[in-house]
């Protein structure tokens, strides 16, 4: 059985590692990110209510009994 040669490994390694690195930032710069929103003003969210601001009670119509 024959000898493996194994006297280039270290260099097709050492020149593998930058290309994979440079590939990866390439990848990396043309992808989109999240960017979060822009803060709003806060003088258009102080709008009045109109309503009062209170509790109420919301029921589901068929959460109350059946009436006969």
Known sequence: MPQL?????FTTIMTM?????L????KLLNT???QPPLTK??????????WQPK???TCLPLSQPQQS
């Open 5 to 9: 040669d194994t006297s280039t490994w």
């Open 17 to 21: 590692l930058p290309t994979l690195y």
């Open 23 to 26: 590939i990866t930032q390439l």
């Open 32 to 34: 989109n990110h999240y």
């Open 41 to 50: 003003n806060s003088n258009l969210q102080s709008h009045s209510i109109r």
């Open 55 to 57: 509790w109420t009670k």
